[in-house]
């Protein structure tokens, strides 16, 4: 590592303020700095509380993304295996089977390699395109207004590809990513001054600019000419009754879905690494859980004759379509989420609510976990705005008592 170090020491001049590379000292600075702790930190008895810096806690919440990828190429493989090999069919068209046939790997449902690496080979290219287009944005941007290029990009370019299904085409990716990184957050000044969450303001762009490549029935397993209604399209159609998996199945994530929403189970462990390092805000996730499990409570108790989706119990709630994966990794984002410790409980309960809301009453949207969250991440400012005037108010009484 000291050759690594004395490299980029030796390189320094050329990029710093002066010298021919002087343009090019985001990329320079974005390297060194992703490799090794800043050189320029503060000592002392500073403001600063402790010793993680913007780029650990992006680098942690990567970390914490693990179980959600690894689950997302197992189970697009694993969805693709069973369909074909309920089909009798024994090999993959294309570059895929190319590579699959390559390594020896057959369309078997029950080996662990064949889905991962059928799975990994859907998921790494929408991951790939999305870091390419969208860290691409991020250096422009830098380089234009002189700045050091962000770490926030590393979690948007890796939050995106898992809310998106496998079958979405590469260019649509790209220009997806490129409308969250520049209108969702560039436009606003960059990381840290972005109301709404890039990575779902991207999803939500092309929710509505290609419905059909992102929604239905024929997007979620990849697998050429096969229709298969995700457990959240099931119950909207039919209820609980009409979902064919069971809840330990959709818990797992062992069923159709957006490729890193489907497992409830890796968004735990993702939120146990969050909340046991204090970088994912346990109220905000704990209030719009149980905002989430009383008004779905409420709707099931009331009952409908004509929406099935009233009689959707609160633990099938928590385990389909993106809920478990927004409630961990989407609406804690602590940018665009409210920033104050009581806030957090109405933020988390707003999103629950609207959730519930979008799911049940609103028959176009079966699922409401993504614009309910972009809801919330407008309404955080005003939230802080009461929460931080009742503080006030309350100091002024007591001073005055």
């Known amino acids: 590592m000291k050759v690594l170090r004395g490299f980029l020491d030796s390189q320094h001049h050329h990029f710093a303020k002066g010298g021919k590379l002087e343009k090019l000292y985001p990329i320079y600075e974005m390297v060194d700095t992703f490799i090794y702790s800043p050189s320029d930190v503060s000592k002392g008895s500073v403001h600063v509380r402790d010793g993680?810096?913007?780029?650990?806690?992006?680098?942690?919440?990567?970390?914490?993304?693990?179980p959600c990828i690894l689950m997302a190429c197992y189970n697009t493989g694993f969805q693709a295996n069973k369909v074909l090999a309920a089909n009798g069919m024994s090999a993959v068209e294309g570059w895929r089977g190319a590579i699959l046939a390559a390594l020896g790997l057959a369309t078997d449902p029950n080996s662990l390699a064949a889905c991962f690496v059928h799975g990994f080979l859907y998921f790494f290219p929408v991951f790939l395109v999305t870091n390419i287009a969208g860290g691409l944005w991020e250096v422009i941007f830098s380089t234009v207004r002189g700045h050091e290029i962000n770490e926030g990009f590393l979690v948007t370019g890796l939050l995106f590809p898992l809310t998106l299904p496998p079958t979405i085409p590469l260019w649509q990716v790209a220009v997806g990513?490129?409308?969250?990184?520049?209108?969702?957050?560039?436009?606003?000044?960059?990381?840290g001054k972005n109301f709404l969450n890039p990575a779902l303001t991207a999803r939500a762009f092309l929710f509505f600019a290609y419905p059909g490549?992102?929604?239905?029935?024929a997007v979620w397993t990849a697998v050429d000419g096969f229709t298969g209604a995700t457990a959240l399209g099931q119950a909207a159609l039919g209820g609980v009754e009409a979902i064919t998996y069971t809840w330990k199945e959709a818990f797992i994530g062992l069923m159709p879905g957006s490729m890193g929403e489907t497992s409830a189970l890796a968004c735990l462990l993702g939120a146990t690494l969050l909340v046991y390092t204090g970088i994912g805000s346990w109220r905000i996730m704990?209030?719009?859980l149980l905002s989430v499990v009383v008004f779905a409570f409420i709707f099931n108790m009331i009952g409908s004759t004509t929406n099935p989706m009233f009689g959707m119990t609160p633990e099938w709630h928590l385990v389909v379509g993106g809920l478990a994966f927004g409630l961990v990794f989407m609406a804690t984002d602590p940018v665009s989420a409210s920033m104050t410790q009581t806030g957090h409980w109405f933020y988390g309960g707003l999103i629950g609510l609207m959730v519930v809301l979008v799911r049940v009453v609103n028959p176009a949207f079966p699922e409401g976990t993504m614009l309910a969250i972009l809801f919330g991440n407008m309404f955080a400012p005003l939230i802080d705005y009461f929460v931080v005037n009742a503080n006030i108010k309350r100091r002024l009484s007591r001073a005055k008592a």
Do not use: N, P, Q, Y
């Open 177 to 191: 990513i490129s409308f969250g990184v520049v209108i969702g957050k560039e436009v606003f000044g960059g990381t």
């Open 213 to 217: 490549e992102i929604s239905g029935d």
């Open 52 to 66: 993680l810096d913007l780029k650990r806690l992006m680098v942690t919440v990567a970390m914490a993304l693990l």
């Open 286 to 288: 704990l209030s719009m």
